[in-house]
């Protein structure tokens, strides 16, 4: 019996050691990502390798991006951090909510749409303190990042700094960019289903142009026209939150602007018929049609309405005949 374990363990130590041979030989999987990437900085203490190339401009300075990221550790399958189980990732702000450097600075290189690898070293990671328990001192990290969109947001933080007087003294198009961008942030909070965080940006939007000290018909005009999608989009968000009394003060405010826009006469349909005001609802829904005879929301609507309509006219019968049969009896 000792005889077998001495030979079992003289092959345990045989293996070890050919496995520590092999392993001293043989590249490590970081290293061979290595060999494939370019030196972002100069210094290789952050490497990049492009997946999948994106279009259009890189991610400024102080952008908002949404984006995908997985972070790996050497030697291991599952990231120890990921965003790809969530529908939506949240948007995050360059300098605010990107904590480390080699992953902000890696985010700077990118564009719309591109999907890349960055390997950081410690110094633009997590340090020489590591993460415990989930990343360990003096660790490489691996990031795979896929950028889905961006806004430039640091004209809007600047804008927003500056006092109200500040703010009328710079070019009307430096404000119209600044609130279109405001917009985008609502858009985006919107088609995540987070409509109260729309509704705020839109009103930030709406309140920007408020605060402007217009001087010429010209300027007026463009704050008007700026003007008009916001209330459109704070009436859909207002039909969304279920609060159509909201919904149809903004609808009727880009009304005052364009009185027969066919979105805002079809916001105050739906707005209407959520109150069952239905003869209101009607007439904006048919001025809307007259606009647009072929529009199938419009038409599907009008004959929501007229059966809704027609519901409530025969309750009110049945309610009047069984008053009067009381009565009677």
Not at 57 to 64: K, Q
Not at 135 to 151: M, N, R, S, T
Not at 227 to 251: C, D, F, G, I
Request: net charge positive; charged share 25%.
């Amino acid at each position: 019996m000792s005889g077998r374990n001495g030979l079992v363990s003289s092959i345990r130590r045989l293996i070890s050691a050919e496995e520590r041979l092999r392993r001293t030989h043989s590249t490590s999987p970081f290293e061979q990502l290595r060999q494939q990437m370019s030196d972002v900085l100069g210094d290789q203490g952050i490497l990049k390798e492009v997946i999948q190339p994106g279009d259009g401009p890189p991610v400024p300075e102080n952008a908002s991006v949404i984006a995908h990221y997985s972070g790996f550790l050497e030697y291991s399958d599952q990231p120890f951090e990921t965003t790809t189980n969530l529908k939506y990732p949240r948007m995050m702000k360059l300098g605010k909510d990107v904590t480390l450097a080699g992953l902000e600075l890696g985010l700077m290189t990118m564009r719309k749409g591109e999907f890349s690898r960055f390997l950081l070293q410690p110094k633009y990671a997590y340090g020489d303190m590591g993460c415990p328990p989930l990343v360990p001192a003096a660790a490489v990290i691996l990031y795979e990042v896929h950028i889905l969109d961006f806004l430039d947001s640091g004209q809007v933080d600047d804008f927003i700094a500056m006092s109200p007087e500040e703010q009328n003294t710079v070019p009307l198009s430096m404000l119209l960019e600044v609130v279109n961008t405001v917009r985008s942030f609502g858009n985006r909070c919107f088609n995540q289903s987070r409509h109260f965080n729309a509704k705020d940006r839109y009103k930030q939007g709406t309140t920007l142009l408020g605060n402007r000290k217009t001087q010429s018909d010209e300027e007026k005009g463009n704050i008007k026209k700026a003007l008009l999608p916001l209330y459109l989009n704070l009436s859909l968000t207002e039909l969304r939150l279920e609060r159509p009394n909201k919904a149809l003060k903004y609808s009727n405010k880009a009304l005052e602007i364009d009185s027969s826009n066919t979105k805002a006469l079809f916001r105050s349909g739906q707005a209407y018929l959520e109150l069952h005001e239905y003869d209101s609802a009607q007439h904006c829904l048919i001025s809307a049609q007259a606009k647009k005879p072929f529009d199938t929301d419009i038409n599907n609507l009008l004959r929501k309405v007229a059966m809704c309509y027609k519901e409530s006219l025969d309750k009110q019968r049945e309610m009047y005949s069984k008053m009067f049969r009381k009565l009677k009896g």
